[in-house]
């Protein structure tokens, strides 16, 4: 098993056998493998899906090594075919279409996606351009049949599954196109979206009987102070469809325009210098040349200019408080790119057609060069697959063998190969000593009150993760090992026990453990009965 190599970076999980033959076939509204218990409504529309693919799979007998292969490849594929397609139904051109495949999977953003794990959004990034192409061939049509509608339903339920947010965003554009249009089928995108929620009722209807809001999300979600920090690309970066993390990914870490990326934006807005309004598909260029800038515009979050208008739709436009990561809106400049820039190399190959190949050579090579990165193995991540460390699997078949109920510390945060379950729930340090930093941890460690609260809070094991990625220990954005072994050292010199069973993962026992309680609220049931019966509702639709 440790032998495979495994995509298991960043935000994707990392699923044990026995954690997915866990999995139920309903929606669990509450996690009591987690802290100390935790609501897990305000992410059901992404976790019970996910969750029951991973039940499928494993049902008929495929491991995590597989799964997660199969879903990896089904972003890249379903991320060409459905912006093939849009390109194809817009420009009426193959070649045009499979340049816009290219450029939707070869930029920047989605690269990132897949390097830094994002599953989730990576699918919903993938599927958006299809669900666009059924809504726009819908408001094109004059003919409406309750076929489409019903297919457009479940193309944007599945999508709301995959990521919400992007979601949002797509419905946006589908309500913009409409406008652009100015023939809206009210009446029938309706239908559409009534299909959809009642196809997400197992976490819409648990949601609205038992009164849940935004609160819920905390204020770390919901504060406009977070915006400010959150926003680290400039509009240079957006308009030039180049992530602020580019290469390295690292949170924070913003590294400075590329000079080369600045031909993008021009060969996406000469595409306006070919526009013929008198022709349908040349007037679909500039709502994706709109797109586009919309996209870029607020990509930047609250930077200038007019950064206070994304603050302000923050504040006030129902859903907008889940774009405080305002990058998800490079989505919106991505579609638009795709289909203005080939639009434009299809235009000049038309006018230059004795060198209409050259043109499209040269701007392959422009491109390669643009995410050269990627060959040169600066970006890393899902890029760079690794293998399972052996002690990783040692301490999991403990925890498993362990029958005794208790919590896990990991210091400062699990790594993904960490195993958690109901049994033995996992913490981080965040979790137990707010807002502590790492260089706080040999202080916090050494102090008199630290074992106390260990035993206050059921902890059992204190894990300093291997960090196979390092990307935990770092100093000016530079993995430090010396920060592992200061942690290492100082919780040696407290009541905690080391394993010596493990060379590379450090793993202490508090010897005055004496169990855990979890408190489940009162509501938790009510909010699980309503989930499923949400479920059986999606079921007989």
């Known amino acids: 098993m440790n032998s495979f190599l495994y995509f298991s970076s960043g935000d994707l999980d990392f699923f044990w056998k026995e954690q997915i033959q866990r999995l139920s076939w309903l929606p669990n509204v509450f996690r009591k493998d987690v802290s100390f218990g935790q609501s897990s409504l305000m992410s059901l529309w992404l976790d019970y899906p996910f969750r029951l693919i991973l039940k499928l799979f494993s049902t008929i007998g495929l491991s995590w090594f597989v799964i997660e292969k199969i879903l990896w490849a089904s972003v890249f594929i379903l991320a060409i075919t459905s912006s093939y397609r849009l390109a194809k139904y817009v420009l009426r051109s193959r070649l045009s279409a499979w340049l816009a495949g290219f450029i939707y999977i070869a930029n920047t953003y989605f690269l990132l996606l897949f390097s830094g794990g994002q599953l989730g959004v990576a699918l919903a990034y993938a599927f958006a351009p299809f669900v666009s192409l059924q809504f726009m061939k819908f408001i094109d049509t004059k003919n409406l049949k309750v076929k489409a509608t019903f297919i457009n339903g479940l193309s944007f339920a599945l999508l709301v599954g995959f990521d919400l947010r992007l979601a949002y965003l797509t419905f946006g554009m589908i309500m913009l196109y409409g406008i652009w249009k100015k023939t809206f ?42 915006l400010k920090f959150l926003s680290f690309a400039d509009l240079s970066h957006t308009l030039t469809l180049l992530h602020p993390n580019w290469p390295e990914n690292l949170f924070g870490k913003v590294y400075f325009l590329q000079p080369e990326f ?13 526009i013929n309004h008198k022709k349908e598909n040349n007037e679909k260029i500039f709502y994706f040349a709109i797109i586009s800038l919309i996209g870029a515009f607020f990509a930047k979050g609250v930077q200038s200019p007019a950064g206070d208008l994304f603050q302000w739709c923050f504040l006030h436009i129902p859903g907008f408080v889940m774009f ?38 040269l701007f392959s090579i422009f491109w390669i060069i643009s995410i050269r990165a990627v060959f040169t193995c600066d970006v890393k991540g899902n890029f760079r697959p690794v293998s399972l460390p052996q002690e990783y699997i040692r301490f999991k078949d403990q925890l498993v063998d362990d029958a005794i109920a208790s919590r896990t510390l990991w210091i400062p945060r699990k790594e993904n190969f960490a195993y958690y379950s109901d049994t033995h729930p996992v913490l981080q ?41 390092r990307k935990m220990f770092m100093s000016d954005y530079v993995y430090n090992e010396a920060m592992r072994q200061e942690i290492i050292v100082a919780l040696k010199q407290t009541n905690l026990i080391k394993d010596p069973g493990y060379a590379k993962l450090a793993v202490f026992e508090n010897p005055e453990f004496q169990g855990i309680n979890i408190i489940i609220p009162n509501i938790v049931p009510v909010q699980q009965r309503y989930a499923n019966i949400g479920v059986m509702v999606s079921g007989i639709v």
Do not use: C
């Open 185 to 226: 089928h009210f009446f029938h995108i309706g239908i559409s979206l009534f299909i959809a929620g009642l196809l997400h009722l197992f976490w819409i209807l648990p949601i609205l009987m038992t009164h849940i809001g935004t609160a819920a999300l905390g204020e770390d979600f919901t504060n406009p102070g977070m």
């Open 262 to 274: 600045l031909i993008i934006p021009i060969l996406a807005f000469a595409a306006l210098l070919w």
């Open 324 to 361: 405080r990561d305002p990058t998800k809106f490079y989505l919106l400049t991505a579609i638009g790119y795709s289909i203005l820039i080939p639009f434009t190399l299809l235009k000049l190959s038309d006018r230059f057609t004795k060198k209409k190949v050259i043109i499209y050579i």
């Open 429 to 469: 340090l965040d979790q137990l000593f707010k807002d502590a930093s790492l260089s706080e941890v040999p202080k916090i460690a050494t102090s008199s009150a630290f074992i106390s609260v260990l035993k206050d809070s059921g902890v059992r094991y204190v894990v300093v993760p291997i960090d196979v990625e």
